[in-house]
């Protein structure tokens, strides 16, 4: 059945043209798909949700949506999933890789907690809300193909990035939406390359552009400024505070300190958030398979996860005199123990902090970045004295690895997320220019509608296949003379190729019969071995027969006869549809009967 | 398709399925019931080191045993020969789980094997845990290995316990060399990922008989088959078989079905759990010759409880887990999740270790070694659990551990390998009191549950091995009963387009848009249909089939009648001087000027144009086909045009 020419409509209700609050509404093929449903952490207000009222005009979406996939266990990507859930209202699947699954309901209740508990939040989701959205939450493994239903299935890609991130493809017949999510095309210490199998060529590619200005310097070169500056500052007896998210930056920098200190034989303790660093580093060891190579080989050993150098942190140790390194929890300063111990230490130009990935617009951490000297922090004025470092060791792809990624899959559309408008401009102009695709960058709440190819594939008798292929003498294959009839049956609206026998009982016309045009040509030489030539031409034809009165190939659409009674001339005799191969049993003739050529030894087999 | 059954047992399947392009081997299996012919390799054991001579044979490695006579070399195995199988044309070997996996070097080494090898990421990581175990078994064998003397026919043949099969069949295991050769032509897969063969699309399915097992769908343009491998239906602590994908075939390759006969997996499992409750309580020990992969996971929990809650049995009883690789088997079932039971994988959520093994671990519990050597011969206390390898007990700690505990009548040895008769596992140990229970394990799906499964499926048709035809005496419910079901010989071919009506066999070809808006239509006089002629190019490139524009004038069928006078008159009209030939049935025409000839036969239902140069007869053609009407679906009628919407 030839299909209508199908419509992909994406709308970005978060990240479009901003970082925050991930949300893209993709209809396919009649198919409403969520992907990713994030929380801006820079509002304390609704604007954190996506605007879920676009769709189902503020009612639930159980109806709307067929499903909901989250790419992986950050926040701004999955920190909206209990509210649309329980408080907008949505049962029906949630797709997610394990150990997202595994880690997630741990981000949002400890978000939770931050909300509620401390900020005096009252309008926010429970952890019975969390509990019962993680219910409907289904497991995925990489390469697994489900099927949501009858006509849609969806794909997980690694994605480096953090433990358990993917990249999904969302497919409808012969059409596939591919959303990267946040990625990393290149590994680092505790995770892999994102990369998809060969052959996946989605329609449109959906890319996080997160630096999308951005070819980072050196990996090493990063490191070693990090360590650098840590160094220096402990040297001073100053303290150090690194604000992370409990899970994929802290695990690599606490490697790359726990190497560090050892080699230097440092003392200057080194803490971890109490509270998820050991759970934080269970959840590695039990999806020690979606690290890297390095570590997997290893873990029967030792766990990669259990440092000398670093310990958990004890009550009050933030305030025990001397140097330390802090790596504290949230991230982006926006609550918790991190803003707790910034507020303790900001006023010393002793310290500092290294703010080592994206924060989101409106938080303190952010403000920081900034270079602001004086800060609100819960209606109390705070001096920004420390020192403040921002290194980059964000997990995201840069505009190197998004280029590599759309060489790689080759899409017809590219869509750019999850960045800022201006840097996204800039790559939308690359990417036209080297890959002559159109490039789209919606703002949230803009339609984007995409025609995809029409695509035609119709049903071939296999018959027809043998015959094309046995007409082209070529081992590529890829230019075979194909002649057949189309039947288009109106009353089905349905596509076949008519077989021979049918496209005979069509022909009535007695004056029309087929008609067979040969071609022939002399070839002169020795007298020809007729047992030698047609075993040379068996390696062509294995139906090859040799007659009283020359060879007959093909079924008689090649035959070669004596033209004189010396048998010094032979003509070699062509069905038109066999054009092309006249050249090659020109040739194997030629080659034999030749006068210059020397005598061929006789053939003691048959060539395969 | 064309399916080989190249097994002899239904329970170990090895198939080849052959397409025109491709042939694909399902499962390499080995047989360990060549190793009954072996003597134990134990490390100190006067009894069996200092058995005698046979006195009948007079060879010096052939022993004397409770009037049985073993060979003192290293056991070999039997397998299907890669002779028969042609190994060298294998496009692909799927392998359905890790007990499978054990035997693929012994078909991919030193037999041409030049293809890829797919299996489930776990069924690889537990199948090469296995492969290490042996290879440490092997290495740790002292004997040399023998000549093959005693392999004829005059000697072997005349055991008082003769062989089961033609020795000379047998092959010696394969190296560490073979081992990491056959690995790297590996592929690992998760559930439910399709890869694309030759056009072929193979998918694997859970199969929920242990860790990482699939059955396999495969389908092309025209067949929708499944392999139905070792399944479990029932499954407790491996992910739960997915049976909907069955639904969507039209043939069932049945294989490996449970070989227990009134009774069921979960009765041996409670008779397991009595039986070393029981020998606990009376002071005695448990050997447990047991795989360190698998059921042994949940065992393990299982004898703890045991431990835990029995009145009589003291809590510091220790549980020796015994095996080269028993530190990572222990380790790898800790980050298994993915491929567990949900109750099991919820633990991770926790989170927490989907088994309490390390917690065994840390509170003394359960004690791991590598080995009988070191610290656990300084260690070893009674009474006592012990799991250990291998299972046959003529190679490995297990065998050993039989003669440290053979003496004692209150220790037990429990059999639970289905595979593994008990009464020739205990064969070299019979004179010792220590007792020896059969409790065969099996996990695979039974005759009951296979019926309820196909009555779901309703499959048009069912293969499977012969033997699954044939019912035991006076037992019709240990067959399949299946109202078509072909049986298959061992060695036997079948045809799998015989069992369907002779349906045309349709390709799927991708036509590229230029194409498509090329298409020009007509409407048929009477019927509802349109007609397009297409002249293009087909790319079969990398089996990618595509309908592209050709480059080049394509030929098509050609309609009308070349009479003389038409060519004649073409001739005429491009000044072209001819000369007449008559001949019966045919005249020719030549033409000087070009240096061609063109034979025009009477009946009009051809012609031939001969040159020897190509230009002359590009023009020559040229006027002839302005005689004539091309192909464009209907030929000779003023049809309307029309443009259907595709």
Known sequence: ?608 | MNITNFSVYAQKPCFLLEWPNARILMDTPIDFTPFFSFLPHVYQSPRIKNAPIAKKFQIPYLKELGNRVYVESPPEIFHVSTDMLKMDTIDAILVSNYESFVGLPFYTEGSGFSGKIYVTEIAYQYGKLLMEEMLEFISRIEVLPSDKKWKREEFCGKFPNPPFQNPVEWRPYYTTTDMHSCLAKVITLSFNQTIDLFRIKVTPVVSGHTYGSAYWTIKTENEQFAYLSASNPSATDVKLMETAPLRAVDHILVTSLSRLVDTTAKEMGYSLIKTITDVLKKHGSVLLPICPVGPIFEMIEAVSDIITTTNGIPLDTPIYFISPVAKSAIAMASISAEWMSESRQNAVYLPEEPYSHSNLIKSGRVKIYDSLYGSFSKEFKTPCVIFASHASLRIGDAAHMVEVLGSDPKNAVIVTDPDLPCEDVREPFRNLPIKFINIPMDFRMDFASLERLLADAKPKYVLCSSSYTRPMIRRPDMQINYEKVWPIEYDECVQLSKLSRNKQKLVTVAVHPEVVKNLKFKQHPSKKLAVASIACHLSAYNDDFKLVPAKVKIARRKYGRITLAKVLKALRDKNWDAKEVEKPDETVLEIDELEAKITVKNDGTGTKISSNNQENREKILEMIRSILIEDDGLVGRNNVEIKPNL
């Open chain 1, 1 to 608: 059945m030839p299909d209508k020419i199908p419509e992909i409509k994406i709308v970005p209700l978060g990240a479009g043209q901003d970082v925050g609050r991930s949300c893209i509404l993709i209809t396919i093929g009649g198919k409403n798909i969520m992907v990713d449903c994030g929380m801006h952490m820079g509002y304390q207000d609704d604007r954190r949700f996506p605007d879920f009222s676009y769709i189902g005009g503020g009612g639930r979406l159980t109806d709307y949506l067929d499903c909901v996939i989250i790419s992986h266990f950050h926040l701004d990507h999955c920190g909206s999933l209990p509210h649309m859930s329980e408080i907008v209202g949505y049962d029906g699947p949630i797709y997610m890789t394990y150990p997202t699954k595994a880690i997630c309901p741990v981000l949002l209740e400890d978000y939770r907690k931050v909300q509620c508990d401390i900020k005096g939040e009252t309008n926010f989701f429970t952890s019975d809300d969390i509990k019962n959205c993680m219910k409907k939450v289904v497991g995925c493994a990489l390469h697994e193909i489900i099927h949501v239903d009858n006509e849609l299935s969806i794909r997980a890609f690694y994605a480096g990035h953090v433990l358990g991130a993917a990249m999904f493809e969302i497919r409808l017949g012969d059409h596939s939406v591919l959303y990267t999510g946040d990625y990393n095309m290149t590994p680092d210490r505790h995770l892999g390359a994102a990369r998809v199998l060969p052959g996946v060529r989605p329609t449109v590619l959906i890319s996080e552009s997160t630096y999308a200005t951005t070819i980072r310097d050196s990996k090493r070169a990063r490191e070693r400024d990090f360590l650098r500056k840590v160094h220096e500052c402990v040297m001073k007896g100053g303290k150090v505070i690194i604000p992370v998210f409990a899970l994929g930056r802290a695990q690599e920098l606490c490697i790359l300190l726990e190497s560090y200190w050892e080699r230097m034989a440092l003392n200057v303790p080194i803490y971890f958030s109490q509270g998820l660093a050991e759970r934080a580093n269970q959840y590695y060891r039990l999806f020690i398979s979606w690290t890297n190579e390095n570590i997997k080989k290893t873990f029967v050993e030792r766990n990669m996860f259990e440092f000398k150098h670093i310990k958990p942190m004890e009550k009050g140790c933030e305030d025990q005199p001397g140097p330390q390194v802090l790596f504290s929890t949230p991230g982006m300063l926006h609550g918790g123990q991190s803003l707790k111990v910034f507020k303790k230490w900001c006023s010393d130009p002793l310290n500092m902090i290294i703010m080592p990935g994206y924060c989101v617009a409106g938080t303190v951490g952010a403000r920081v970045i900034n270079g602001e000297k004086k800060i609100e922090i819960d209606q109390k004025m705070h001096e920004i004295r420390l020192g403040v470092e921002y290194m980059s060791f964000s997990a995201h792809a840069d505009a190197k690895g998004i280029m590599q990624l759309i060489r790689q899959c080759e899409p017809q559309h590219v869509m750019f997320v999850h960045g800022e408008a201006s840097k996204m401009e800039f790559l939308k102009g690359k990417v036209e220019k080297e890959y002559k695709v159109p490039v789209h960058m919606p703002a949230n709440g803009e339609t984007v509608v995409i025609s995809a190819q029409p695509k035609l594939d119709i049903r071939v008798p296999l018959e027809k296949i043998d015959r094309s292929l046995s007409l082209d003498p070529n081992p590529a294959k890829s230019e075979c003379p194909f002649v057949a009839e189309l039947v288009y049956d109106q009353e089905n609206e349905r596509l076949n190729i008519m077989s021979t026998a049918e496209s005979e009982d069509l022909i009535k016309d007695k004056n029309c019969m087929p008609i067979t045009l040969s071609l022939s040509e002399i070839i002169k030489g020795k007298k020809v071995n007729w047992k030698e030539l047609s075993n040379e031409l068996l390696l062509y034809d294995p139906h090859l027969q040799l007659k009283d009165d020359g060879i007959e190939m093909f079924d008689g659409e090649i035959t070669i006869l004596a033209n004189n009674s010396d048998e010094t001339e032979l003509e070699l005799i062509w069905d038109e549809c066999r054009e092309q191969w006249f050249k090659v049993i020109h040739k194997a003739i030629t080659d034999l009967i030749s006068p210059e050529s020397s005598p061929v030894p006789p053939a003691i087999s048959v060539k395969a």
